[in-house]
């Protein structure tokens, strides 16, 4: 399968994750959103970029329980908690919000 | 919690090198999803394991991903025990100054930072083990 964006094509899976990490850039995303029918805001993009930091860090994205604690400690208590996350990202944070930030679905995602 | 509130003690118990076998990545990635499910997970380190936690791993050369950063990550997963099998190291010429440190944070202090790793001898460990549910070896 495959994602055209700028009239360039990235090969995704099933699901619409992106197939190669260093394919991502801010427009892949975009495009992610406007097909799922919400467009990225400033709010969604810091969860974004915390993931990409957090893969960049630790090879890894983290389940939600972590990134829900993680955001929590990093963006305020206002932040780090499911409510807000799943408002961001209805599909599920760790799951949609991965796929906007171009990385492999969470390992242990529920 | 999970569930149920059924909470078992499960140690993943870490024996080869990390890039010879696909063992150590598995055992990662496994022992990451048992966390995900709120269960009390420990992480022993014995035989040629211990090298998976070596300091500096550089795996360019044989075309691997270096799933070594990953270790640091147990912390946000509230896994926090950690046993590195003494005599193991040892005999590999090796001491704990050669390995990652690895941390996590105590919610309850001010999130300040503690060691998760503890060095056992074999007859703590085996101790140690006995005291699990579950044991799994990779």
């Not at chain 1, 467009?39 to 972590?66: K, T």
């Not at chain 2, 044989?62 to 799933?67: D, S």
């Not at chain 2, 640091?72 to 590999?92: C, P, Q, T, V, W």
Request: hydrophobic share 35%; net charge negative; with cysteine.
């Amino acid at each position: 399968m495959s994602l055209e964006v700028n009239g360039k094509q990235y090969e995704v899976d099933e699901e619409g994750y992106l197939a190669n990490l260093n394919d991502w850039d801010t427009d892949v995303a975009n495009k992610m959103a406007e097909i799922d029918g919400a467009p990225l805001e400033e709010n969604h993009w810091e969860v974004i970029n915390f993931l990409r930091e957090y893969y960049e860090e630790y090879q890894i994205a983290p389940a939600v329980r972590v990134l829900t604690k993680q955001i929590g400690k990093k963006l305020g208590k206002d932040k780090g908690n499911s409510k807000y996350l799943y408002e961001l990202f209805p599909y599920g944070p760790a799951k949609q919000a991965c796929k906007y930030a171009g990385l492999p679905k969470p390992t242990g995602c529920v | 919690m999970s569930e149920d509130g059924v909470v078992k003690k499960f140690m993943y118990v870490n024996r080869k090198s990390p890039y010879g076998t696909i063992y150590a990545l598995e055992s990662l990635e496994v022992v990451l999803i048992t966390a995900a499910f709120d269960q009390d997970v420990s992480l022993t380190f014995t035989d040629d394991g211990v090298y998976q936690l070596m300091k500096g791993q550089q795996t360019e050369g044989i075309g691997m991903k270096n799933f070594s950063s990953t270790y640091s990550a147990l912390g946000d997963y509230e896994i926090n025990k950690i046993f590195i099998d003494k005599e193991s190291l040892e005999e590999r010429g090796l001491s704990l100054s050669d390995l990652q440190e690895l941390v996590w944070e105590d919610e309850d202090e001010d999130y300040a930072e503690k060691s998760s790793i503890n060095l056992v001898s074999r007859a703590e460990l085996s101790e140690i083990m006995n005291n699990q549910d579950v044991v799994l070896s990779f």
